[in-house]
C-alpha cells in the first residue's frame, strides 16, 4: 500500500509543478501539495510513526530546562503537563484528533522539563564554594588505577575539617600520586586540596560542574598527604555492594593486564571491565585516529555482542536436545537468560551512563521478543529513549546520548529499508547471502558514522574520515575473537583456568591494535572542525530525525534541514579571544591567524580545548603558542592585527601601566572605576559572575562577548561560589603602591 500511495503522491506533486509552469493558478498547486501531505500524512498514521516524535517532544522539554538561567518552577512545569493531556483527552473524545495530537506533543513537553526539575532536586548535594586544603574523612566508593602506580578516587565523605554539616559535599573525586594498597571499601583520613567542581573553559563548552553536581560530586582535588586508616564509616548497603563490585572488577583489570601485558593487555582490560586508566596516551590515539575508541567504552556494542551471546549460547544448548526444543519457547527462553546476563554484566562493567542506556535498550528490545514482536524496531528505540530520559534526563547533554541514539536510529532505519528490500528479492545462495552481509555491515558503518559525525565534530571538534576501514578491518576480531574469549575467561576466572583464554584474547587485540595503528597512519586520519552553535546542532539534529523517523515522502525534508544546519555551522567562526572561568589563562588570534597563549603557566585543560575549537592540533605545552606576545611574572601583552594592546594582567603592579597603555585590559583582579582608559575590561567582578568569556571582533571594530553564564543565571552546580575575593600582593611603589592599597583591588579567590 505504501509503494502506490508514494508514487501517486510524487506523481501529483510532478503535476502541480508542471501546471504551475504552464499557468496554473497558485490556489491550484497549493490544491495538490495538500493533498500530496494528506496522503504522506495519512501513510504515516497508518504506520504508527506519530508515537516516535513523542519522545522528541519529551526532549525538548529537558532541553528547555538545561536552557533555563534559572530553575524552573515545579508547579508550572506539572500545571503544564496536566492542562495538555486534560485538554489532549478532551480533545480526542470529540473527534479533533489532529488537536489531541498537539496537546498531547505539548504535555510530553511539559512531562521533559518536569523530570529534569525533578531530578535535579533528587541529586541537589552541596557543592564546594571555595578552594580549600583540609583534613578528610571518606569511604572509597570506586577506584582507577593509572599508569604509573597514580590513582583517581571517588570518595563518600564522612566529615570535612573546617566546613558545617549543611554545607559539606556528600562526595569527592580525588587523584592521589601513589594508590599503593588502598582500595574501594576501605575508609580513610588524609589532608586534601580542594577546589570546586571547574566549570566550562569556553562558552557552550563541556561543562564538568554540571556534569558532576548530578552525580553528586561536590568538589575535586588531590591528596597532599599520607593517607590513614580510619574507623569505618556507616554507609548504605547498596553502597558496600558496589565497593566489592569495585574490588572485583580491579582485580580482574590487574589480571588481564598482567596477564597479556602492555597497551594490548591494558586495552583487553578495558573491554571486558571498563577501567581504561592502564591505556597509554600513544594506544588511546590510536584507537581514536580508527575511529574504533567506542571499543573500548563499555556501551551498546559491548551490551549488543554480550546479550547476543548469551541468548546464542543458552539457545544453541537447548537446541540440542529435541525434547527441549520442540515443547518450550527456546526463543524466549534464552532472551530472557540474555536479559539477567546483560544485566550482570552492567553491573559489574560499573553501571555508568553509557553502560546503563545501553542495557535499556537491550531490555526493551529483547522484551519485544518475549511478546512476539519485533526486537529491532524504531518504536522499541523511542521506549528506550523515554526510560533513559525519566531516570537521567542531565544524559542528553551529553555525546554518549547524542551519538548512540543518533547511530542506533540511523540502522533501524536502514534495516527497516533494507528488510523491506530482502522480502522482495530473495537469493538463497551462500555467495550472494556473505556479500550482502559485507555489504550491509559496511553501509551499517557509513550510516553509523553519518548519524554520529555532527555531534562527535560539536563535542571533540575532531572527525576520523576512515573509521569506516578502521571497524570493517576490527570489529570481525572483536566480535568472533575478543568478546567470545572475554566472556569464558570471566566464566573460567574463578576456577583458576583462565590464562589461556586470556593469551588467546590477547591475540585478538594484537591484532585490532595493528589495525588500529595502521589507520590513523593513514594521512588524514584525524581531521579537527572549528567550534560551531548549538543552534546548527539542533537544525541538524532534527534533519537527521526527519530522515530516520518518517517512512513516507515526509522524510526527505530532513535533506535540507542537515543542509541548513550545516550552512549554520559554517556561518559561524571560532572566537578571537578565549578566557577561562577564574581568568589564569587567555588566548588571542595572533597575526598569523592562530591562537597565542599569554600565560605559560595557566589552565592546560583550558587550553587544549581552545586549539580544539580553532581546528589546531598543536598541544597546550607546545613552544610556538607563545607567538609574539610579551610575559613577564606581573602579566602579558600582545597586539591585535589592526594595532590595539591587549594585555592580561595577574599581579597589581602592572596594573597602572596596562590601564594606560592597553586598549584591552582582562585580568582576574577587581579593578572597579580606577582603570578609566581601555576601551574594554573584564575583571574579577566579571569572571565572577559570568565564568569563561570569549571575544570576537566584528568588522565594524567592536568586540562582542559571549559568556559561561548569561547575566542573573543561577543554577544549582554553580552552588554558592558568588563574589569571593582574596586581597591580593601589594605593590612596591609609586602610583602602582596606591592602585595595590585600594582596599577594593583583590583578586578571585
Known amino acids: 500500500?505504501?509503494?502506490?500511495?508514494?508514487?501517486?503522491?510524487?506523481?501529483?506533486?510532478?503535476?502541480?509543478?508542471?501546471?504551475?509552469?504552464?499557468?496554473?493558478?497558485?490556489?491550484?498547486?497549493?490544491?495538490?501539495?495538500?493533498?500530496?501531505?494528506?496522503?504522506?500524512?495519512?501513510?504515516?498514521?497508518?504506520?504508527?510513526?506519530?508515537?516516535?516524535?513523542?519522545?522528541?517532544?519529551?526532549?525538548?522539554?529537558?532541553?528547555?530546562?538545561?536552557?533555563?538561567a534559572r530553575e524552573p518552577s515545579l508547579f508550572v512545569s506539572l500545571a503544564g503537563l496536566v492542562i495538555c493531556g486534560l485538554l489532549g483527552a478532551l480533545a480526542?473524545?470529540?473527534?479533533?484528533?489532529?488537536?489531541?495530537?498537539?496537546?498531547?506533543?505539548?504535555?510530553?513537553?511539559?512531562?521533559?522539563?518536569?523530570?529534569?526539575?525533578?531530578?535535579?532536586?533528587?541529586?541537589?548535594?552541596?557543592?564546594?564554594?571555595?578552594?580549600?586544603v583540609t583534613k578528610v574523612t571518606a569511604f572509597i566508593e570506586s577506584v582507577d588505577e593509572r599508569r604509573g602506580g597514580a590513582g583517581r578516587m571517588l570518595l563518600r565523605v564522612g566529615e570535612i575539617e573546617g566546613l558545617a554539616r549543611e554545607a559539606t559535599p556528600k562526595k569527592l573525586r580525588v587523584t592521589i600520586r601513589v594508590l599503593g594498597t588502598l582500595q574501594a571499601g576501605d575508609t580513610i583520613r588524609a589532608t586534601m586540596r580542594l577546589i570546586p567542581p571547574a566549570e566550562p573553559s569556553e562558552p557552550g563548552g563541556y561543562d564538568f560542574a554540571r556534569e558532576a553536581y548530578f552525580q553528586s560530586i561536590g568538589a575535586v582535588g588531590n591528596v597532599v598527604s599520607r593517607v590513614e586508616m580510619a574507623e569505618p564509616l556507616n554507609v548504605p548497603w547498596l553502597v558496600d555492594v558496589n565497593a566489592a563490585i569495585d574490588r572485583a572488577r580491579n582485580a580482574l583489570t590487574r589480571r588481564i593486564a598482567d596477564v597479556i601485558g602492555g597497551d594490548d593487555g591494558a586495552v583487553a582490560a578495558a573491554l571486558?571491565?571498563?577501567?581504561?586508566?592502564?591505556?597509554?596516551?600513544?594506544?588511546?590515539?590510536?584507537?581514536?585516529?580508527?575511529?574504533?575508541?567506542?571499543?573500548?567504552?563499555?556501551?551498546?556494542?559491548?551490551?549488543?555482542l554480550a546479550a547476543g551471546l548469551f541468548m546464542w549460547s543458552l539457545r544453541a544448548f537447548l537446541s540440542l536436545f529435541p525434547a527441549i526444543a520442540l515443547n518450550y519457547p527456546v526463543k524466549k527462553i534464552s532472551a530472557a537468560f540474555a536479559m539477567l546476563g546483560a544485566t550482570a554484566y552492567c553491573i559489574f562493567a560499573g553501571s555508568e551512563v553509557a553502560t546503563e542506556r545501553s542495557l535499556i535498550m537491550i531490555l526493551v528490545m529483547l522484551g519485544a521478543v518475549l511478546v512476539d514482536r519485533p526486537a529491532l524496531s524504531m518504536r522499541n528505540l523511542g521506549v528506550a529513549a523515554l526510560i533513559v530520559m525519566i531516570r537521567e534526563p542531565e544524559s542528553v547533554m551529553g555525546p554518549s546520548f547524542q551519538m548512540s541514539f543518533g547511530a542506533v536510529a540511523g540502522m533501524v532505519a536502514l534495516f527497516e529499508r533494507s528488510a523491506q528490500d530482502e522480502a522482495r528479492e530473495f537469493d538463497p545462495t551462500f555467495l550472494h547471502r556473505g556479500l550482502r552481509a559485507l555489504g550491509?555491515?559496511?553501509?551499517?558503518?557509513?550510516?553509523?558514522?553519518?548519524?554520529?559525525?555532527?555531534?562527535?565534530?560539536?563535542?571533540?571538534?575532531?572527525?576520523?574520515?576512515?573509521?569506516?576501514?578502521?571497524?570493517?578491518?576490527?570489529?570481525?576480531?572483536?566480535?568472533?575473537?575478543?568478546?567470545?574469549?572475554?566472556?569464558?575467561?570471566?566464566?573460567?576466572?574463578?576456577?583458576?583456568?583462565?590464562?589461556?583464554?586470556?593469551?588467546?584474547?590477547?591475540?585478538?587485540?594484537?591484532?585490532?591494535?595493528?589495525?588500529?595503528?595502521?589507520?590513523?597512519?593513514?594521512?588524514?586520519?584525524?581531521?579537527?572542525?572549528?567550534?560551531?552553535?548549538?543552534?546548527?546542532?539542533?537544525?541538524?539534529?532534527?534533519?537527521i530525525l526527519f530522515l530516520c523517523l518518517w517512512r513516507s515522502q515526509i522524510r526527505w525534508i530532513g535533506v535540507p534541514l542537515v543542509l541548513g544546519g550545516l550552512w549554520l555551522a559554517q556561518q559561524d567562526r571560532p572566537p578571537d579571544v578565549f578566557v577561562d572561568a577564574r581568568a589564569r589563562s587567555m588566548a588571542v588570534r595572533g597575526l598569523s591567524g592562530k591562537l597565542e597563549v599569554l600565560n605559560g603557566k595557566g589552565n592546560d585543560f583550558a587550553v587544549s580545548q581552545w586549539l580544539l575549537a580553532d581546528a589546531d592540533s598543536r598541544k597546550p605545552k607546545d613552544p610556538d603558542l607563545g607567538g609574539a606576545s610579551r610575559c613577564d611574572a606581573a602579566g602579558c601583552v600582545t597586539q591585535w592585527r589592526d594595532g590595539r594592546v591587549i594585555a592580561f594582567v595577574t599581579e597589581p603592579r602592572a596594573l597602572v601601566e596596562d590601564c594606560a597603555r592597553a586598549d584591552v585590559v582582562i585580568t582576574r583582579l577587581y579593578v572597579g572605576t580606577r582603570c578609566q582608559?581601555?576601551?574594554?575590561?573584564?575583571?574579577?567582578?566579571?569572571?565572577?559572575?559570568?565564568?569563561?568569556?570569549?571575544?570576537?571582533?566584528?568588522?565594524?571594530?567592536?568586540?562582542?562577548?559571549?559568556?559561561?553564564?548569561?547575566?542573573?543565571?543561577?543554577?544549582?552546580?554553580?552552588?554558592?561560589?558568588?563574589?569571593?575575593?582574596?586581597?591580593?600582593?601589594?605593590?612596591?611603589?609609586?602610583?602602582?603602591?596606591?592602585?595595590?592599597?585600594?582596599?577594593?583591588?583583590?583578586?578571585?579567590?
Not at 592502564?278 to 575508541?293: F, P, T
Not at 576601551?679 to 571582533?697: K, P, R, V, Y
Request: hydrophobic share 50%; glycine share 12%.
Open 272 to 304: 571486558v571491565t571498563g577501567k581504561r586508566g592502564l591505556i597509554s596516551e600513544d594506544a588511546n590515539e590510536a584507537l581514536r585516529g580508527a575511529g574504533i575508541y567506542h571499543v573500548v567504552s563499555i556501551s551498546g556494542l559491548h551490551m549488543v
Open 677 to 749: 582608559g581601555p576601551e574594554l575590561i573584564l575583571d574579577g567582578a566579571h569572571f565572577a559572575a559570568h565564568g569563561a568569556t570569549a571575544l570576537q571582533l566584528r568588522a565594524d571594530g567592536k568586540w562582542v562577548q559571549s559568556v559561561a553564564r548569561a547575566d542573573g543565571a543561577q543554577r544549582p552546580w554553580y552552588g554558592q561560589r558568588g563574589l569571593r575575593f582574596t586581597r591580593a600582593p601589594v605593590a612596591a611603589s609609586g602610583e602602582a603602591q596606591d592602585v595595590a592599597d585600594d582596599p577594593r583591588l583583590f583578586s578571585p579567590d
Open 92 to 132: 480526542q473524545s470529540r473527534g479533533f484528533l489532529q488537536l489531541a495530537g498537539f496537546f498531547c506533543a505539548g504535555a510530553f513537553l511539559f512531562a521533559g522539563l518536569s523530570a529534569a526539575v525533578l531530578r535535579s532536586a533528587s541529586v541537589a548535594a552541596p557543592v564546594l564554594s571555595s578552594a580549600k
Open 440 to 543: 550491509l555491515m559496511l553501509l551499517t558503518t557509513f550510516v553509523a558514522g553519518l548519524a554520529t559525525g555532527p555531534f562527535a565534530s560539536f563535542h571533540f571538534h575532531r572527525v576520523n574520515p576512515y573509521s569506516m576501514i578502521g571497524n570493517a578491518l576490527t570489529l570481525p576480531l572483536v566480535e568472533f575473537i575478543v568478546m567470545p574469549a572475554a566472556l569464558l575467561g570471566v566464566v573460567l576466572g574463578p576456577l583458576g583456568l583462565d590464562t589461556w583464554v586470556w593469551q588467546f584474547m590477547g591475540m585478538g587485540i594484537s591484532g585490532m591494535m595493528d589495525v588500529s595503528r595502521l589507520v590513523a597512519a593513514f594521512y588524514g586520519s584525524t581531521r579537527y572542525v572549528e567550534t560551531f552553535g548549538f543552534v546548527a546542532l539542533l537544525v541538524i539534529a532534527f534533519g
Open 1 to 68: 500500500m505504501a509503494g502506490p500511495l508514494n508514487k501517486a503522491g510524487v506523481g501529483g506533486f510532478g503535476l502541480g509543478l508542471s501546471g504551475l509552469s504552464a499557468g496554473t493558478s497558485l490556489s491550484a498547486y497549493l490544491g495538490l501539495w495538500r493533498v500530496w501531505w494528506a496522503r504522506q500524512i495519512a501513510q504515516e498514521g497508518r504506520e504508527r510513526r506519530f508515537f516516535l516524535w513523542l519522545p522528541v517532544c519529551f526532549l525538548v522539554g529537558v532541553l528547555g530546562y538545561f536552557a533555563a
